[in-house]
């Protein structure tokens, strides 16, 4: 024969020994209870208190400033990139490029003469 034996439920919300925070409200259940805070807060077990649901607007304030500050460091970081770096870049690589591929016709040690830029249908 099995006999079972269920110990009484504690009414902890009767007691007051939980929900003890201002703005809380208990509701017993079997084998616990249930707090809940009057209007937009939320109770936190841990700390037996209601806190604010939303963030507050010196946050949000905070984190647009800064999610602004990234969105135009990286905007000027791609302009920087490319017109100035890009461009100095460029003239670099060009300048290493003509020490072994003369960008010039002129093979011979002469002085180099004035080019003069080419015309529909000539050739050099």
């Given at each position: 024969?099995?006999?079972?034996?269920?110990?009484?439920?504690?009414?902890?919300?009767?007691?007051?020994?939980?929900?003890?925070?201002?703005?809380?409200?208990?509701?017993?259940?079997?084998?616990?209870?249930?707090?809940?805070?009057?209007?937009n807060?939320?109770?936190?077990?841990?700390?037996?208190?209601?806190?604010?649901?939303?963030g507050?607007?010196?946050?949000?304030?905070?984190?647009?400033?800064?999610?602004?500050?990234?969105?135009?460091?990286?905007?000027?970081?791609?302009?920087?990139?490319?017109?100035?770096?890009?461009?100095?870049?460029?003239?670099?690589?060009?300048?290493?490029m003509?020490?072994?591929?003369?960008?010039?016709?002129?093979?011979?040690?002469?002085?180099?003469?004035?080019?003069?830029?080419?015309?529909?249908?000539?050739?050099?």
């Amino acid at each position: 024969m099995i006999i079972f034996y269920f110990a009484p439920d504690i009414d902890e919300c009767r007691t007051h020994t939980a929900c003890q925070c201002d703005g809380c409200s208990c509701k017993n259940k079997w084998g616990g209870y249930e707090c809940k805070c009057k209007g937009n807060r939320i109770y936190i077990k841990e700390q037996d208190a209601c806190i604010e649901r939303n963030g507050s607007r010196f946050g949000w304030f905070l984190t647009l400033v800064i999610l602004a500050v990234v969105t135009a460091s990286g905007i000027a970081g791609y302009i920087f990139y490319k017109y100035r770096l890009r461009s100095y870049m460029d003239s670099e690589i060009m300048a290493i490029m003509s020490q072994y591929m003369p960008l010039d016709n002129n093979q011979s040690n002469e002085a180099p003469t004035q080019s003069q830029p080419l015309r529909h249908g000539t050739t050099v």
